[in-house]
């Protein structure tokens, strides 16, 4: 289709045959535009006589014989075919009828004029497709190329175009032939894809939260412009890295590429907390929401994960959650010793008074009595305020004996069995955390009791290898799943109180019922001497 021009290669000088042979393959476009064009002029000027002697069977007529049978079939097929011989005229060129329902031109119209295709080629395009074509001729190679072409009523049309040149035994050209297919629509769909795709691309480099696309294998396949404010590195430096190669904290990575060696939806973690490393050696702490996109057999193609930064609003957080249990503290501090210690003054000086007044045998003894006993209940209920209020003795001891304290208190209250074991002392010196665990513990022994009716409950603190571990188990009906929609409110704080602490939270029914939660957390942030080889928390 490519071109329609002909030479009468048998009639070229034996000095220009000389020329063309020594012609370099890859020509620029002057030399390709003049081949081409004095092609176009050889061809437009034959009579259409062949060459050789056609009073002798040839190749030539075999292939016209074939032309004419397979004519019929060519002209069904939804595409521009075409075939021009090189030493013969215009009468030997062939272009199907396809050519007027894709461009607007009869066939004949088309015909007429050996460089018409060359001259509806879109401007943008004839540079490139004139060193292309010229190349096949001088080289032998196909064509195999996609461009534009502009229609009789003015509209462009995409052909992705497929020539080839065929020579005779002799090794001089003999036709070229082709098709060409328009490939306008899939032209418009890849524009239209392109634009979703810019689109796409703009929003993931706009947006203020991390995304992370990953392959099966934890490889990094796109990283977003927040990803690389947040982290230093920008997207050529991970690009194909695995992703805890980078940033994973050295803790979070065994559980990294052990998720990722049996990925499937099941194992992917929806919502979860993890750090970064920087590469200026910073860590952030991520919130990140994770989904996976599926192929066509089910496996995962890609997991999508977003992620925002919240290392300064959990250091907020901290802070403030510091200073309001620091104030409970001293609230129930002040209660104890202050209003406590004043109340028990004044429960002393009455009952001396209703004493007083006994002995002179004074009706007023009675009221006094009913005062002591009103002072008495007011020091119990300031007591227990304070106690609320500071659950954890300021001691290394102080959180096993709060502990202890609130198991006797539950099986007084409910009458259950609700026992506290620690078989070996776990000193938490730090008031917060341990302050944060007995309301862990005083949370889960009350949803055991109150959602999951349990008879049975243990509290258990123990520590190794740095990390310590507290454990409440109950043989109540359980929790349907731990999934976080599933989680109450109580349950969301107690997950709360866990990271405050470094820590994490486990929740998850135990056959054949009841329920078991866990907190893991590090002994170094409970003020000890912690494990130079501290390792991995056991679960």
């Known amino acids: 289709m490519a071109l329609l021009a002909q030479t009468e290669w048998g009639d070229r000088p034996p000095q220009r045959e000389a020329e063309w042979n020594n012609a370099p393959i890859f020509p620029d476009q002057g030399e390709a535009e003049a081949l081409l064009l004095e092609l176009a002029g050889v061809f437009a000027t034959s009579n259409g006589a062949p060459t050789r002697d056609s009073a002798v069977p040839t190749a030539e007529a075999h292939a016209s014989n074939l032309e004419a049978r397979y004519r019929a079939l060519l002209e069904q097929i939804p595409a521009v075919v075409f075939m021009a011989y090189l030493d013969r005229g215009v009468s030997e060129a062939y272009v199907s009828p396809e050519i007027e329902a894709a461009l607007g031109y009869s066939r004949e119209d088309w015909l007429e004029d050996p460089v018409r295709w060359y001259a509806r080629i879109h401007p943008d395009d004839k540079e490139r497709w004139s060193i292309e074509a010229a190349s096949m001729f001088l080289s032998g190679k196909p064509l195999r190329s996609s461009y534009r072409v502009m229609a009789r009523d003015g509209r462009v049309i995409w052909f992705h175009c497929d020539a080839r040149m065929v020579r005779h035994a002799d090794g001089s050209p003999w036709f070229i032939h082709g098709v060409a297919f328009d490939i306008s629509d899939l032209k418009g769909t890849e524009r239209a894809l392109q634009q979703e795709r810019n689109v796409v691309?703009?929003?993931?480099?706009?947006?203020?939260?991390?995304?992370?696309?990953?392959?099966?294998?934890?490889?990094?396949?796109?990283?977003?412009?927040?990803?690389?404010?947040?982290?230093?590195?920008?997207?050529?430096?991970?690009?194909?890295?695995?992703?805890?190669?980078?940033?994973?904290?050295?803790?979070?990575?065994?559980?990294?590429?052990?998720?990722?060696?049996?990925?499937?939806?099941?194992?992917?973690?929806?919502?979860?907390?993890?750090?970064?490393?920087?590469?200026?050696?910073?860590?952030?702490?991520?919130?990140?929401?994770?989904?996976?996109?599926?192929?066509?057999?089910?496996?995962?193609?890609?997991?999508?994960?977003?992620?925002?930064?919240?290392?300064?609003?959990?250091?907020?957080?901290?802070?403030?959650?510091?200073?309001?249990?620091?104030?409970?503290?001293?609230?129930?501090?002040?209660?104890?010793?202050?209003?406590?210690?004043?109340?028990?003054?004044?429960?002393?000086?009455?009952?001396?008074?209703?004493?007083?007044?006994?002995?002179?045998?004074?009706?007023?003894?009675?009221?006094?009595?009913?005062?002591?006993?009103?002072?008495?209940?007011?020091?119990?209920?300031?007591?227990?305020?304070?106690?609320?209020?500071?659950?954890?003795?300021?001691?290394?001891?102080?959180?096993?004996?709060?502990?202890?304290?609130?198991?006797?208190?539950?099986?007084?209250?409910?009458?259950?069995?609700?026992?506290?074991?620690?078989?070996?002392?776990?000193?938490?010196?730090?008031?917060?955390?341990?302050?944060?665990?007995?309301?862990?513990?005083?949370?889960?022994?009350?949803?055991?009791?109150?959602?999951?009716?349990?008879r049975n409950i243990l509290i258990r603190l123990s520590a190794e290898n740095g990390w310590g571990t507290l454990l409440i188990n109950d043989n109540g009906s359980g929790i349907q799943g731990n999934h976080p929609s599933n989680l109450g409110m109580g349950l969301h704080i107690m997950s709360y109180r866990a990271g405050m602490i470094g820590g994490r939270l486990d929740v998850r029914p135990t056959p054949p019922h009841g329920t078991c939660v866990t907190c893991i957390f590090p002994m170094v942030n409970a003020g000890g001497k912690g494990n130079e080889n501290d390792g991995e928390p056991r679960t």
């Not at 412009?225 to 194909?240: F, I, K, N, Q, S």
């Not at 001293?330 to 209703?354: N, P, S, Y």
């Not at 009221?367 to 008495?376: E, G, M, P, R, S």
């Open 201 to 454: 691309s703009a929003i993931l480099d706009t947006v203020g939260a991390l995304v992370t696309v990953l392959d099966p294998e934890g490889r990094i396949v796109r990283f977003n412009r927040a990803c690389e404010l947040t982290t230093g590195y920008a997207l050529e430096d991970v690009r194909g890295g695995q992703i805890w190669d980078y940033f994973l904290h050295a803790e979070e990575v065994e559980r990294a590429r052990s998720i990722f060696s049996q990925l499937s939806a099941d194992l992917l973690p929806r919502d979860f907390q993890s750090h970064w490393v920087t590469r200026h050696n910073t860590h952030r702490l991520i919130a990140w929401s994770c989904s996976m996109l599926p192929g066509n057999d089910g496996t995962p193609n890609y997991i999508i994960a977003t992620g925002i930064d919240i290392t300064e609003r959990e250091q907020l957080e901290r802070a403030l959650l510091e200073i309001s249990a620091r104030e409970q503290r001293r609230i129930g501090q002040d209660l104890h010793d202050g209003l406590g210690q004043h109340l028990t003054g004044i429960a002393f000086m009455a009952k001396v008074h209703e004493a007083k007044l006994s002995d002179k045998d004074l009706t007023d003894a009675a009221d006094a009595a009913k005062i002591v006993k009103l002072v008495n209940e007011a020091i119990h209920k300031t007591r227990e305020l304070a106690r609320g209020l500071l659950p954890v003795v300021s001691d290394a001891h102080g959180l096993m004996s709060a502990l202890q304290l609130w198991a006797g208190e539950v099986k007084d209250l409910f009458g259950i069995s609700c026992r506290f074991e620690c078989e070996t002392a776990v000193l938490i010196h730090d008031d917060a955390m341990a302050t944060h665990l007995y309301h862990i513990a005083q949370e889960a022994v009350n949803n055991a009791i109150k959602h999951g009716q349990a």
